[in-house]
């Protein structure tokens, strides 16, 4: 029998660092992918759901062809497992999106082996997961990014194989057609989806080893069995006016020329993939760009990332726009960042074995402290109100206790057919806590899938609940009136966090509901 010195000592580092180095780049992966699933299985239910995560949940407790927001293949994904498990509780919602990026690690690390090596395809997956965007968010939450994500890659994959598997590209009907209901699984998830297919077009038509696929029938049953299995968000929007459409594009639109929001956008994207992430990122696609087609392979990827950069980043010089629209372009830029430092690592393996460990150490520390912070809000409890009301962890806080929260402060609701908030963030969160129950509205312009959630017209003349975040009542009562005969001013509620009030949302009663425009 081993004594305990003997033991301990066999889970040295020493040790284990010779037991790692002696793994195959493909057992590495799986270790990879087996150690970062636990820690975020482990993580997921310890905090509530995002606003977004929340929007979703609730949503996805009304099966569409598709909603206003997104296509519909996560929030399906979600009503499905929901029902499987018979719960919403956080931890158990979030399982399929983990899941997801655990095959999106493998399928990072198979294109790239397909594509250079084994070694390459080992330092690209390890990449994406100290990628913060990736790592974090992309890889757990309930959000269409998942998905997405994962279904380009699966697609991508396929295309790579067909293209560069053998020394003239393959015109195999089944491997086009399993490509183009990947690509279209993908374009479920996310608008997205189609700068792949318009990637991999500019791509055949660029390199003229490839123009031939240009006259054969597989790549065109691709593209066609693609719009089939994205025929249901067509469809649906065919009867809702064309909304999600026009919704996106809304958010891509302005008044004038800013280049300050362009600077933003870099700089936000900067942020989110960390700089040290970012910056051999931007290199490495800048000299596959350069290079262009002479490097078949690096045009490939270089094409398939600078779709959703250019258009996303270019796109805030006119509107608005957030960091990570841009995000399904960076994913394929990480294997052309794989091959640079599986080169690196064979020059100065110990620097970039010790610079790898600090990245992923970083990741680890970021999601302890994100995670307590999300719990108990420690490190903002002692700053004042309106600093610590800027917490971005406060979005992850949950709103159930929000029922417990009224009957604590004697309000009556037993009169309430409905509540409202008047930002959809806010009915977003109230939809997940009671929308099980309570018929859940958005009084503002802009309503989004609430507008399709409940029939307004059978409310009217009702009384509703608001709940909803605001520094001044006497404004929010002042854009409530319209909505109602009567609005009458409640005492504000707390919803608490580490025994402290973290957000106080005003609330009122409104009497004599009038739809106003709500109607379906």
């Known amino acids: ?8 000592s066999s889970f040295s580092p020493e040790r284990l660092h010779t037991h ?29 759901l995002g606003t977004d995560e929340s929007y979703t949940a609730a949503n996805a407790r009304m099966l569409a062809l598709s909603y206003v927001d997104y296509p519909p293949l996560h ?7 929901s029902w499987l498990c018979g719960s919403d509780a956080p931890g158990v919602l979030r399982l399929p999106f983990i899941a997801f990026f655990a095959g999106s690690t493998w399928l990072m690390f198979r294109l790239t082996a397909v594509l250079y090596s084994e070694r390459a395809g080992f330092w690209a997956a390890l990449a994406l997961n100290i990628a913060p965007v990736f790592a974090l968010p992309h890889a757990s939450w309930i959000l269409p990014d998942g998905p997405l994500i994962f279904f380009d890659l699966a ?21 086009w057609a399993i490509a183009g209901i990947l690509s279209g699984c993908a374009l479920l998830s996310k608008y997205h989806g189609a700068f792949v297919p318009l990637a991999v077009f500019l791509y055949v038509l660029s390199v003229p ?17 693609a719009l089939l299995v994205f025929a249901p968000v067509l469809l649906w929007n065919s009867e809702h006016h064309w909304i999600g459409l026009f919704f996106q594009g809304g958010r891509l639109t302005g008044h004038s ?18 700089p040290w992430i970012f910056a051999p990122l931007a290199w490495v696609l800048w000299r596959a760009l350069r290079v262009g087609p002479r490097d078949e392979r690096g045009w490939y990827l270089a094409l398939l990332a600078c779709g959703p950069i250019a258009f996303f980043t270019l796109a805030t010089l006119l509107g608005p726009g957030l960091p990570h629209w841009t995000m399904p372009g960076w994913l394929f830029a990480f294997p052309l960042l794989g091959v640079a430092l599986a080169r690196f690592e064979a020059r100065n393996p110990t620097l970039s074995h010790g610079a790898a460990a600090t990245a992923a150490g970083i990741i680890l520390l970021t999601a302890g402290l994100l995670t307590v912070q999300a719990r108990t809000g420690v490190f903002t409890n002692d700053l ?13 806080l949950p709103w159930n206790g929000l029922a417990p929260a009224l009957a604590h402060a004697g309000q009556e609701t037993n009169d309430v057919s409905a509540i409202a908030a008047t930002k959809w963030l806010d009915a977003g969160k109230l939809n997940y806590a009671f929308g099980a129950s309570v018929p859940v509205f958005c009084l503002c312009t802009d309503p989004q899938e609430f507008r399709y959630l409940h029939d307004a017209n059978a409310f009217k003349g009702k009384t509703m609940l608001i709940a909803t975040r605001g520094s001044n009542p006497a404004n929010v009562a002042a854009a409530l009136k319209p909505w109602f005969d009567q609005v009458h001013q409640l005492r504000p509620i707390s919803l608490m966090r580490g025994g402290k009030a973290a957000i106080t949302l005003l609330a009122f009663r409104g009497v004599g509901f009038h739809p106003r425009g709500l109607e379906q």
């Open 1 to 8: 029998m081993h004594d305990t010195a003997t033991i301990a």
């Open 384 to 396: 004042p109100p309106a600093a610590a009301t800027k917490d971005p962890t406060l979005d992850l």
């Open 155 to 175: 697609s991508v994959y396929c295309i790579a194989r067909l293209l560069f598997g053998a020394a003239e590209p393959s015109v195999s009907v089944k491997g």
């Open 75 to 81: 929030l399906w994904v979600v009503h499905a497992w």
């Open 20 to 48: 790692v180095r002696g793994l195959s780049p493909a057992q590495a992966t799986l270790l990879l992918i087996l150690i970062a699933s636990i820690v975020r299985v482990a993580v997921a239910g310890q905090t509530g």
């Open 257 to 274: 020329i800013n280049p300050a929001r362009l600077i933003g956008s870099i700089g936000g994207q900067m942020g989110y993939l960390a």
């Open 209 to 225: 080893r490839s123009r031939g696929l240009l006259s054969n029938a597989a790549p065109w049953l691709a593209a066609l069995l």
